[in-house]
């Protein structure tokens, strides 16, 4: 029964199953801290947000998918910091951004936004200018902002289905050997002259803003190219960047898979032990509720508890644990039966040291390695029952955890849209989380259960 | 004797259970609760007396018939009791009682498919649907099961007995919702030979809705078995190899019984006791999961019925299918304690 922490340490590092399990979860602590450190957090309180995620792109797939692909699909391009000049021609200010990006890809964009905030007094004019890689110049948007008699910020987003666009293109119609007829401001503006498909190459994007005052400034200036593919992980149907939902996801499902195992199975543990040790009525009362406690269904309880109560995460871990404790309890019981009959126990009891002292120091020691092996067993399944608690919509809404992201995949029906960056990754991701503690967890219950050694 | 007493204690505290869970959830939805059945109140009462012009054309002005109204809602609210707050010994007593008898009352929101919004027609019409899927998948999972693991407990270390093994534990480690999202996926996007919804299109009435029933079951069964057979050749692996351990079948063998003869008729015949136990208590268990799992193929039965009334909080519903799936979970732990007393020679002999 009684191992040195050095044996099992030995031990453990001789299991395969033992290291993986161990490798996995190093890994899943790298996430969760780069997770904290390079994204902060009000990202992850913004995830509900849909304001936040206006410029990202609608269920895009994953960038990467271009590398397999033959016809590239292209990619949604968020363009900041642009290349500013400031001209005087006499009484005229001209502000100038300009936006330089490749398009090397097989499909047309899904359309483009020009998003700004301007300082200004009077009514300046914002001119947009594209220049192709063939040279060409299309004449996109001339247009006065409102008046203003005093210094003023104006903020606008020009998106590439204004009607002003479109009648500009249409103008230009000559520049092209097809016809323009029903065809978007992105269709034009990324085609050929000769037919109509995809011209890559080097685009820039001019933006002039003409006018009297040398005050006018421009800031927040930022072209967005809309595509079909972003990021690492792609985006969902509100928009949201499923990587930062997945990175976030890590530490919070570590932290309420391990604080719920831990606090299950100490509760456990001092629960058995106690009733064990003291025995007799005392025994027979505790053993009879946690009868009744095994015997409780537990997911509609916990549902029934998080709609009336709280689905505050740290609500949810407490009702996690308190279905979580009962087997522990069962097992340190009927060990602390066991060790109770052992000599040096009596000789403590003879030598007339405290119970809680007894207990504490005599007998919870004994059953440690036991207690660790369960640990790890036991946070798979409160892994998975967050999850679960989630998926049902129940889940924390300021905190994004991959159970959630994995409930509004299922409301916006992503699986027979056949969205598979949306469902694969969070389940994945807990199934990865749950395979590293189940391993540690047999591999440990190995050395401290000697009798599964074959 | 012993026997006697050991099913006694279990009887008395699954009822115990049974009236602790009562309690709770009346408890914890016992305010909410309070309020829909006053505005029921307030609704039907405020429905008979505008039925009938006649009543407010006797009043001169709209103050006087208001208050007509209001010491008539008042009237009603103190003959049913709910003038009492809800958590009066008398009114948890009441409810409790009702629940205890299956009179649910009416559901607020969610009608059966008959169009009844009788809690306890609703739940029958959708609890054999859910009986019938998870039935259906447990019986296949411990058929592939036993098989299984017998097959590999009599040749630890073969390459079997650790695809088994690992399976066992990968598979489990896998949520079945998720697994479900994924078989949607590829077998109703990618290949499309199975509906993404587990609802049959046609009404009940219509003849072929067996066949349809049965058609939209077959993603949502072979999903849940997909899950659950690794688990459970893992476990008759395990029996099957602490009794192939035993001098019984060492001496079998020795008097040149054959293998095959030895595994299937002796030693799973030892083996069958816990099997049995543990079958009970899987498909408790399984009505529990089928809450998460009928809501991802939306399979018309218990567990979709339980999603919706959370999502517009259909408080009698709530309270009506906990009580039925507790009943069903507290029935077959019984069970399992049952067999598991009646196999365990413990028990019975009472030592």
Do not use: C
Not at chain 2, 124 to 142: D, H, N
Not at chain 2, 192 to 205: D, E, G, L, M, V
Not at chain 2, 314 to 337: E, K, N, Q, R
């Amino acid at each position: 029964m009684s191992i040195s922490p050095q044996e099992i340490k030995g031990e453990f590092l001789k299991s395969k199953m033992g290291i993986t399990g161990i490798s996995i979860l190093a890994i899943l602590v790298i996430i969760s801290f780069t997770a904290i450190i390079a994204i902060p957090s009000e990202t992850f309180s913004e995830w509900n947000n849909p304001t936040n995620w206006i410029s990202y792109p609608k269920i895009a797939i994953p960038g990467w998918v271009n590398l397999f692909m033959s016809e590239k699909i292209p990619e949604h391009k968020i363009i900041e910091n642009p290349f500013e000049t400031t001209e005087t021609l006499g009484d005229i200010s001209v502000i100038s951004h300009q936006f330089a990006f490749n398009f090397n890809y097989d499909f047309f964009p899904n359309d483009f936004i020009y998003e700004f905030s301007a300082q200004y007094t009077g009514t300046p004019l914002l001119e947009i200018i594209v220049v192709r890689p063939d040279g060409l110049k299309l004449e996109l948007l001339s247009t006065s902002l409102p008046k203003s008699d005093s210094l003023t910020v104006h903020k606008e987003r020009i998106f590439s289905t204004d009607d002003s666009i479109r009648k500009n293109l249409s103008l230009q119609f000559e520049k092209f050997e097809f016809s323009l007829e029903n065809l978007s401001a992105e269709d034009i503006v990324f085609s050929n002259t000769k037919t109509h498909h995809p011209l890559k190459g080097n685009y820039v994007y001019l933006i002039n803003l003409y006018g009297i005052d040398t005050q006018n400034k421009i800031s927040e200036s930022k072209l967005i190219v809309g595509g079909k593919a972003f990021g690492i992980m792609g985006t969902d149907e509100l928009r949201r960047d499923l990587a930062i939902g997945l990175l976030w996801g890590t530490p919070l499902a570590l932290f309420i898979g391990i604080v719920v195992a831990i606090a299950s199975v100490a509760m456990g543990l001092l629960y058995g032990v106690y009733a064990g040790y003291k025995g007799k009525k005392t025994d027979e009362v505790m053993m009879r509720f946690n009868d009744v406690i095994y015997a409780l269904p537990a997911l509609p309880f916990l549902i029934i508890l998080s709609v009336t109560i709280s689905n505050s995460i740290f609500v949810m871990i407490g009702f996690l644990t308190i279905f979580g404790w009962v087997g522990v309890a069962k097992v340190s019981r009927s060990m602390a039966l066991q060790i109770k009959t052992r000599g040096y126990i009596d000789a403590a009891e003879m030598m007339g040291q405290k119970k809680s002292k007894i207990i504490l120091r005599h007998i919870v020691p004994q059953l440690l390695p036991y207690a660790f092996a369960s640990i790890a067993i036991s946070v798979p399944a409160a892994i998975t029952t967050e999850a679960g608690l989630s998926f049902l919509g129940l889940g924390d809404p300021s905190f994004p955890t991959w159970g959630q992201i994995l409930h509004d995949a299922n409301v916006f029906g992503a699986a027979s849209r056949g969205l598979w960056w949306w469902i694969m990754p969070p389940g994945v991701m807990i199934a990865i989380t749950g395979l590293a503690f189940v391993f540690i967890g047999n591999a440990l219950d190995v050395i401290v259960n000697p009798k599964l050694k074959r | 004797m012993a026997l006697k007493k050991y099913v006694a204690t279990r009887l008395v505290t699954m009822f115990g259970v049974l009236m602790i869970t009562l309690f709770l959830t009346v408890s914890l939805v016992g305010s909410n609760m309070d309020t829909i059945l006053k505005q029921g109140v307030v609704f039907q009462v405020r429905g008979e007396i505008t039925a009938d012009p006649s009543i407010a054309n006797s009043f001169s002005s709209t103050e006087e018939f208001e208050e007509f109204i209001q010491s008539q809602i008042d009237q009603r609210i103190e003959t049913l009791g709910l003038d009492e707050p809800w958590y009066s010994p008398q009114r948890i007593g009441l409810t409790m009682y009702k629940i205890l008898i299956l009179d649910f009352g009416n559901a607020t929101f969610l009608t059966s498919d008959a169009g009844s919004t009788d809690v306890k027609e609703i739940i029958l019409e959708k609890l054999p649907r859910t009986i019938l899927l998870f039935t259906t998948a447990t019986i296949i999972i411990s058929i592939i099961g036993i098989f299984l693991g017998t097959l590999s407990g009599s040749k630890v270390g073969s390459v079997l007995d650790r695809i088994t093994s690992s399976f066992a534990i990968i598979s489990s480690s896998f949520p079945v919702w998720w697994i479900g999202m994924l078989m949607i996926f590829l077998f109703a996007f990618v290949y499309q030979i199975f509906p993404a919804r587990a609802t049959p299109a046609i009404p009940p009435s219509d003849p072929d809705y067996v066949f349809s029933l049965l058609y939209h079951m077959a993603l949502p069964v072979i999903t849940i078995v997909l899950i659950g057979f690794g688990a459970w050749a893992y476990l008759v692996r395990n029996f099957m190899v602490g009794i192939m351990q035993e001098d019984f079948i060492t001496s079998k063998r020795v008097m040149g019984i054959s293998r095959k003869k030895i595994i299937y008729k002796h030693a799973l015949k030892n083996a069958a006791p816990p099997i049995v136990t543990i079958l009970a208590l899987s498909l408790s268990g399984s009505l529990g999961g089928a809450i998460i799992t009928e809501a991802v193929f939306d399979w018309p039965g218990m567990g979709r019925l339980y999603f919706e009334a959370i999502t517009v909080m259909d408080l009698p519903i709530i309270i009506g299918a906990t009580y039925i799936l507790t009943v069903f979970f507290l029935i077959s732990i019984f069970i399992a304690d049952l067999l598991y007393g009646y196999f365990d020679p413990r028990i019975r002999t009472g030592q």
